[in-house]
T-cell receptor, first 112, second 112 residues
């Protein structure tokens, strides 16, 4: 079965640079979520989109922005990167039929 | 969102049944109880969800007493591959705000 696809899987950036993470949800899933998991930490919710509209906002820094496109894929844009942004970034998707969220493999971002 | 409390870690041996209990004293009427499993550097994976009494699927069972202030995830006959972090989450996942709020999970280590 098709799963959530995230790209790139690994990304290395320097401080103050920008990064764009992409997420392709499971077909026919209408909701996308972004989570950040720092080293040794639990996943923290960043932001979610339902039918291409932002539906909820968590602990997402102002330096980050995200959107969901007409084909339902989503992008997380991160600017002025800081060392503390180094983390695993997970995208998850779900449908209105079930609340179960399906997570992607994650993008490991390293800021040097 | 109801706060959850679960053990930080548990050890078990292969072939044993493992029960992980989660306390959620402030659970609301519309809240469901959901458990996710996470392997290192992978996205969390849905295990089971329930509202009351007992729910069973091919992976686990979830026991919820009548007062719903706690729940127990039961993993039958664990194997080494069940070593992971297990998260108990409580929320109204049927609503529009369905983001997952992860607390501190339980690190289960299965020993040979």
């Amino acid at each position: 079965a098709a799963g959530v696809i995230q790209s790139p899987r690994h990304l290395i950036k320097e401080k103050r640079e920008t990064a764009t993470l992409k997420c392709y949800p499971i077909p026919r899933h209408d909701t996308v979520y972004w989570y950040q998991q720092g080293p040794g930490q639990d996943p923290q919710f960043l932001i979610s989109f339902y039918e291409k509209m932002q539906s909820d906002k968590g602990s997402i820094p102002d330096r980050f922005s995200a959107q969901q496109f007409s084909d339902y894929h989503s992008e997380l844009n991160m600017s002025s990167l800081e060392l503390g942004d180094s983390a695993l970034y997970f995208c998850a998707s779900s449908s209105t039929i079930t609340s179960e969220q399906y997570f992607g493999p994650g993008t490991r971002l390293t800021v040097t | 969102l109801a706060k959850t409390t679960q053990p930080i870690s548990m050890d078990s041996y292969e072939g044993q049944e493992v029960n992980i209990t989660c306390s959620h004293n402030n659970i609301a009427t519309n809240d469901y109880i959901t458990w996710y499993q996470q392997f290192p550097s992978q996205g969390p994976r849905f295990i089971i969800q329930g509202y009351k009494t007992k729910v069973t699927n091919e992976v686990a069972s979830l026991f919820i007493p009548a007062d719903r202030k706690s729940s127990t995830l039961s993993l039958p006959r664990v194997s080494l591959s069940d070593t992971a972090v297990y998260y108990c989450l409580v929320g109204d996942f049927s609503g529009s705000a369905r983001q997952l709020t992860f607390g501190s999970g339980t690190q289960l280590t299965v020993l040979p």
